[in-house]
């Protein structure tokens, strides 16, 4: 398989802390359309990793491509507008401002460079926003203040803010955090829908949301890889359940 088939080829990629590496000579390779897990105990690097990919860290060596291209020295602004999107774990959201509002100040209307450009945009951010709320099933709460939203809800106008900017690969840090079983039944149907047009990489630790939303799981330790491949596969591996199942 060539790297064009991958929408994100990370190759010996490091960073060290003070000497510390946190992530160490570590591959990955994700596909197009893919929903990939990441899974590991405390400490592996899966935030790390996260940073790195969005750049938020700087990595000491290896390389980071998106869609073929050379991201490693990009700074995070620029990632984002060749569509990587981030969602931490921590909702931050405008909490004063109505859904419709939120979604629509997520608008890159940055791209554009004169203002009136922006002025004539106006249809289109509308259209848009539209389009995102009925995917994160907010259509019905557009005039409503985001701060009177359910916690699902917030979490989905997250998903739904980074959707506005039209991301190729979304990175989503623990999205049940604090959610109902109905919210998690809600959320695992969202990420899937979304990754029929876009790839996702998602760091969870719940293990039945795992079995249920990923197409392949990659478990960390200690800043590497220690195995990847079919939740099945996985979750039978005597390394994996020896340094995170079995705890
Ligand atoms: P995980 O998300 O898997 O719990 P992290 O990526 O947060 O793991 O952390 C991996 C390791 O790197 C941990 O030992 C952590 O203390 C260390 N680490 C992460 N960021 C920094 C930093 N900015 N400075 C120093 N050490 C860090």
Redesign the pocket.
């Known amino acids: 398989m060539s790297n064009t088939d991958f929408v994100l080829a990370v190759e010996d990629l490091t960073v060290s ?2 000497g ?1 590496k ?1 992530i160490d000579s570590l591959n990955l390779y994700v596909d197009q359309g893919e929903l990939r897990v990441i899974i ?1 105990p ?8 996260l940073d790195l990919i969005c750049g938020r860290t700087a990595a000491s060596a290896g390389s980071i491509k998106f869609k073929n291209d050379e991201m490693t020295k990009l700074p995070e602004y620029k990632r984002v507008r060749q569509g990587i999107g981030r969602k931490f774990q921590t909702p931050s959201i405008y909490e004063n401002l109505s859904v419709f509002q939120n979604l629509e100040v997520s608008f890159p209307r940055g791209r554009g460079v004169f203002g009136a450009l922006a002025f004539k945009c106006d249809q289109e951010v509308k259209d848009q926003v539209q389009k995102v709320a009925t995917e994160i099933g907010l259509a019905d709460s557009l005039d409503l203040e985001a701060g009177l939203l359910s916690h699902g809800q917030k979490q989905w106008l997250e998903i739904g803010m980074l959707l506005m900017q039209d991301p190729e690969l979304l990175m989503l840090d623990e999205p049940i955090a604090g959610m109902s079983a109905r919210e998690r039944e809600v959320t695992a149907d969202l990420l899937k829908r979304i990754c029929k047009n876009r790839s996702m990489i998602v ?1 969870e630790h719940d293990m039945a949301f795992v079995a249920q939303i990923a197409d392949k799981v990659t478990v ?1 330790h200690q ?1 590497k890889i220690l195995a990847e491949g079919s939740m099945d596969k996985v979750q039978n591996d005597p390394k994996v359940i020896d340094v995170y199942l079995g705890h």
């Open positions: 802390f003070d510390f946190a590991g405390n400490g592996a690097g899966k935030t790390t990793l760091i960390m800043g």
